[in-house]
């Protein structure tokens, strides 16, 4: 893989949940691309497994590994197994997460006649369904929480390391249908904040990559029709990024790699960095 510029990390093991997805699995090629051995945890190990593939096919080191990041034993279970081929992580990319139907509106915004509306599948704010809510901010929040407690307990015994958490745009500022997940990942971007805090005495340094709006398989129905022309949502997300596109997986990378390297991130702890093509900067005037 191609990087931008290279960073050290000869002698790391890194450890990216969600490995299997778009941009996760590009965070890892590059992580590899610098040295470091990566272990892809995905909930589904073939994902997993042809990132490893691709990495290794490539001169990288990488093996895949199934993980659930909300069962307390399969990432407990995952870590024995990635210290037994590679020891303890030194990094930790958080990058699973995603969104679900049940915790999204069918409007971007209440009218008085959405309050007799009884049609299928019709979903107001008064019609969420706290099951669909809890997942989606348990997937988000916890799936970053949970993991974070079970890697960096070496990182704390040894001699520190880095984490590095996936927030979103709809930290800064939510966008319309999605309250849980915006939610969820506004409690990433504080629980970032706290970690950074909590962490430092033991030398680990805890950052956030905030993606602006980048076409992943969980969103490309909804900014794109089957043609590859832009929906309404796509065309108003481009309307109001100033650089007028979605990212590329790869403008991730420089960020990541940045943050990562403790030689030229060293000092910077707590931080939520936007990658967005201005959309956090855009008043929308």
Same mark, same amino acid.
């Given at each position: 893989m191609h990087v931008p510029f290279h960073v050290d990390l000869k002698n790391q093991v890194a450890v990216v949940t969600g490995g299997g997805g778009i941009l996760c699995s590009v965070m890892a090629e590059a992580l590899a691309a610098c040295g470091?051995?990566?272990?892809?945890?995905?909930?589904?190990?073939?994902?997993?497994?042809?990132?490893?593939?691709?990495?290794?096919?490539g001169g990288g080191e990488a093996c895949g590994f199934e993980c659930n990041v909300l069962d307390i034993? @399969?990432?407990?279970?995952a870590?024995?197994?990635? =210290?037994?081929?590679?020891? &303890?992580?030194?990094?930790?990319?958080?990058?699973?997460?995603? +969104?679900? &139907?049940?915790?999204?509106?069918?409007? =971007?915004?209440? /009218?008085?006649?959405?309050?007799?509306?009884?049609? =299928?599948?019709?979903? @107001?704010?008064?019609?969420?369904?706290?099951?669909?809510?809890?997942?989606?901010? +348990?997937?988000?929040?916890?799936?970053?929480?949970? !993991? /974070?407690?079970?890697?960096?307990?070496g990182m704390a015994a040894g001699q520190g390391g880095t984490v590095i958490n996936i927030s979103s745009m709809n930290s800064f500022k939510p966008l319309t249908k999605i309250p849980a997940y915006s939610a969820a990942k506004a409690a990433v971007s504080n629980f970032t904040q706290w970690l950074a805090v909590h962490l430092a005495p033991v030398h680990i340094r805890v950052n956030a990559i905030a993606p602006g709006f980048f076409l992943t398989d969980q969103n490309r129905?909804?900014?794109? +029709?089957?043609?590859?022309?832009?929906?309404?949502?796509?065309?108003?997300?481009?309307?109001? /990024? !100033?650089?007028? /596109?979605?990212? +590329?997986?790869?403008?991730?990378?420089?960020?990541?790699?940045?943050?990562?390297?403790?030689?030229?991130?060293?000092?910077?702890?707590?931080?939520?960095?936007?990658?967005?093509?201005?959309? @956090?900067?855009?008043?929308?005037?």
């Amino acid at each position: 893989m191609h990087v931008p510029f290279h960073v050290d990390l000869k002698n790391q093991v890194a450890v990216v949940t969600g490995g299997g997805g778009i941009l996760c699995s590009v965070m890892a090629e590059a992580l590899a691309a610098c040295g470091a051995r990566v272990a892809v945890l995905d909930l589904r190990k073939p994902a997993a497994d042809k990132v490893a593939d691709a990495i290794r096919a490539g001169g990288g080191e990488a093996c895949g590994f199934e993980c659930n990041v909300l069962d307390i034993d @399969s990432i407990k279970a995952a870590n024995a197994a990635i =210290e037994a081929v590679y020891g &303890p992580a030194t990094i930790l990319v958080n990058g699973a997460g995603g +969104n679900h &139907p049940k915790g999204t509106t069918s409007r =971007e915004q209440l /009218t008085k006649a959405d309050l007799g509306h009884r049609a =299928e599948g019709f979903v @107001s704010f008064f019609d969420l369904d706290p099951a669909g809510i809890q997942f989606v901010f +348990n997937l988000n929040f916890l799936g970053t929480l949970l !993991p /974070t407690q079970v890697f960096t307990r070496g990182m704390a015994a040894g001699q520190g390391g880095t984490v590095i958490n996936i927030s979103s745009m709809n930290s800064f500022k939510p966008l319309t249908k999605i309250p849980a997940y915006s939610a969820a990942k506004a409690a990433v971007s504080n629980f970032t904040q706290w970690l950074a805090v909590h962490l430092a005495p033991v030398h680990i340094r805890v950052n956030a990559i905030a993606p602006g709006f980048f076409l992943t398989d969980q969103n490309r129905a909804l900014l794109t +029709n089957a043609d590859g022309s832009l929906t309404a949502r796509g065309k108003t997300i481009q309307a109001h /990024t !100033p650089m007028g /596109t979605f990212g +590329n997986p790869a403008d991730l990378v420089g960020a990541l790699l940045w943050l990562v390297s403790g030689q030229a991130a060293g000092f910077v702890t707590g931080t939520v960095i936007p990658v967005d093509g201005g959309f @956090s900067a855009f008043s929308g005037v």
